[in-house]
């Protein structure tokens, strides 16, 4: 009753494809990780694979685009601490 089956045949030719993102994919990721210029452009240019140069004006694009769109959070704003405690089952 306890057969061990055969591993199929395509499951060994399988391969892991590896898309590196886009420009403007590594520009917003390096966006979303710091506001300086400089960070963004190197982060960028290493997630891309692209020289800092061919980055540097897509981000310095990128930051005007999106800086009036940034409302509601200004550096170094505090935010609030919320602690939930689980209370225990009540006894009936």
Do not use: C, N
């Amino acid at each position: 009753m306890d057969r061990k089956k055969a591993i199929p045949a395509e499951w060994s030719r399988r391969r892991t494809r590896y898309d590196p993102p886009g420009r403007d994919e590594a520009v917003a990721a390096a966006q979303g990780l710091t506001d300086r210029v400089e960070s963004q452009i190197e982060i960028a240019a290493q997630l891309s694979g692209l020289p800092e140069d061919e980055v540097k004006s897509r981000v310095l694009m990128m930051r005007t685009q999106s800086s009036w769109k940034r409302t509601g959070t200004a550096p170094g704003r505090r935010t609030e601490i919320v602690v939930v405690k689980r209370r225990g089952l009540r006894a009936t």
